[in-house]
């Protein structure tokens, strides 16, 4: 009787934040845009326009330039606050502003003449499309990533849920479980995998190199056409992942997946005269995880850490005299 026993582990690393975390990498960030208009329609040159985290109160400040536009470039997804102000107007406040990785999103604001001590507030509304890039792409929210069942938890098969995408033979068949993507046609390892910016691409046959606990992953990202030079490696798709990371809120997740060998059913072993024989070899399973973060320090500091772990146990019966005369026969083949 032989146990065989898996147990491998996932963690994700502390990631440590400051203020200053509102700057992303090329491939990991998104951008916003907009124009400051008065009631009559004309722009509104040098607005004071503040950029505010929702969840870490991280501030960027900038100004509208002679046609009224503003622009923040490299910004960490998530929700923001945006406050614009400028004399003889009201200040307008847009709240919730969703910035997913890989978008640019544009946010227009007419502001309204009063004080500029009173303040207008607009709940924010995402666009039914974006006018900013042209790039064939999909991305898959955190509401999406924590609800939708992935076989293996591999946060690599969000993939699938893309047109044209679908699952490509490795050239290494020790890495068979890993998620090799093939979009429109192409092989697998034409596809460039970055996480929070950094390349993650595994060049010998595609797909991830590191894997990653999916309770640490906030958004997934994949373009399949026509995205940006930025991303570069690649002529068949550009995937941009971003983990999680804390906030000034503490919050975590736990899950667990439980199979125990005394819930499984009887097997029947042939006897070989046409009868069989119960059997029972233990099988048991175990995947379990979660995720905690939070403040070190209130709006200068954060951390987030999340694990996951998988144990498998498993006895398979193998008969030694069966094993003896196979081992004879081979000899006496080869012999002959």
Same mark, same amino acid.
């Given at each position: 009787?032989?146990?065989?026993?898996?147990?491998?582990?996932?963690?994700?690393?502390?990631?440590?934040?400051?203020?200053?975390?509102?700057?992303?990498?090329?491939?990991?960030?998104? #951008?916003?845009?907009?124009?400051?208009? $008065?009631?009559?329609?004309?722009?509104?040159?040098?607005? /004071?326009?503040?950029?505010?985290?929702?969840?870490?109160?991280?501030?960027?400040?900038?100004?509208?330039? $002679?046609?009224?536009?503003?622009?923040?470039?490299?910004?960490?997804?998530?929700?923001?606050?945006?406050?614009?102000?400028?004399?003889?107007?009201?200040?307008?406040?847009?709240?919730?502003? @969703?910035?997913?990785?890989?978008?640019?999103?544009?946010?227009?604001?007419?502001?309204?003449?009063?004080?500029?001590?009173? /303040?207008?507030?607009?709940?924010?509304?995402?666009?039914?499309?974006?006018?900013?890039?042209?790039?064939?792409?999909?991305?898959? /929210?955190?509401?999406? @990533?924590?609800?939708?069942?992935?076989?293996?938890?591999?946060?690599? #098969?969000?993939?699938?849920?893309?047109?044209?995408?679908?699952?490509?033979?490795?050239?290494?068949?020790?890495?068979?479980?890993?998620?090799? !993507?093939?979009? #429109?046609?192409? #092989?697998?390892?034409?596809?460039?995998?970055?996480?929070?910016?950094?390349?993650?691409?595994?060049?010998?046959?595609?797909?991830?190199?590191?894997?990653?606990?999916?309770?640490?992953?906030?958004?997934?990202?994949?373009?399949?056409?026509?995205?940006?030079?930025?991303?570069?490696?690649?002529?068949?798709?550009?995937?941009?992942?971003?983990?999680?990371?804390?906030?000034?809120?503490?919050?975590?997740? !736990?899950?667990?997946?439980?199979?125990? $060998?005394?819930?499984?059913?009887?097997?029947?072993?042939?006897?070989?005269?046409?009868?069989?024989?119960?059997?029972?070899?233990?099988?048991?399973?175990?995947?379990?995880?979660?995720?905690?973060?939070?403040?070190?320090?209130?709006?200068? !500091?954060?951390?987030?850490?999340?694990?996951?772990?998988?144990?498998?146990?498993?006895?398979?019966?193998? $008969?030694?005299?069966?094993?003896?005369?196979?081992?004879?026969?081979?000899?006496?083949? !080869?012999?002959?």
């Amino acid at each position: 009787m032989f146990k065989v026993s898996s147990k491998p582990i996932q963690a994700t690393c502390l990631f440590f934040l400051t203020a200053a975390a509102l700057f992303a990498q090329v491939t990991a960030d998104a #951008n916003l845009t907009g124009v400051v208009k $008065d009631p009559s329609g004309a722009v509104v040159p040098n607005a /004071t326009v503040k950029l505010e985290s929702a969840q870490t109160a991280a501030v960027r400040e900038t100004h509208s330039n $002679d046609n009224g536009v503003y622009r923040f470039d490299l910004v960490s997804p998530g929700t923001y606050n945006v406050t614009i102000s400028a004399p003889g107007f009201r200040t307008a406040l847009s709240k919730g502003v @969703v910035l997913a990785v890989g978008q640019t999103v544009s946010n227009d604001v007419t502001l309204q003449v009063g004080q500029q001590s009173e /303040t207008v507030t607009v709940e924010s509304v995402a666009p039914l499309m974006n006018i900013e890039k042209t790039d064939v792409s999909t991305t898959i /929210t955190p509401r999406e @990533v924590d609800n939708l069942p992935l076989v293996g938890r591999d946060f690599a #098969n969000l993939a699938y849920l893309v047109p044209g995408v679908k699952i490509a033979d490795s050239y290494d068949p020790t890495k068979n479980r890993y998620a090799i !993507l093939s979009v #429109n046609g192409e #092989n697998g390892r034409n596809v460039n995998v970055t996480v929070n910016g950094v390349d993650n691409k595994d060049n010998t046959v595609g797909g991830p190199v590191m894997q990653f606990p999916l309770e640490a992953i906030q958004e997934f990202h994949i373009s399949t056409q026509r995205f940006s030079a930025v991303n570069g490696r690649s002529e068949g798709a550009a995937i941009n992942v971003i983990t999680k990371s804390g906030t000034n809120n503490f919050h975590g997740s !736990l899950f667990g997946y439980f199979r125990n $060998d005394a819930l499984d059913t009887d097997e029947q072993t042939p006897n070989g005269d046409g009868t069989s024989t119960p059997a029972h070899p233990a099988y048991s399973r175990q995947w379990f995880g979660g995720s905690v973060g939070g403040p070190l320090k209130k709006d200068k !500091l954060f951390a987030f850490f999340a694990i996951e772990r998988e144990r498998e146990n498993q006895d398979l019966v193998e $008969d030694p005299k069966s094993y003896s005369e196979l081992v004879l026969a081979k000899s006496a083949g !080869l012999a002959a």
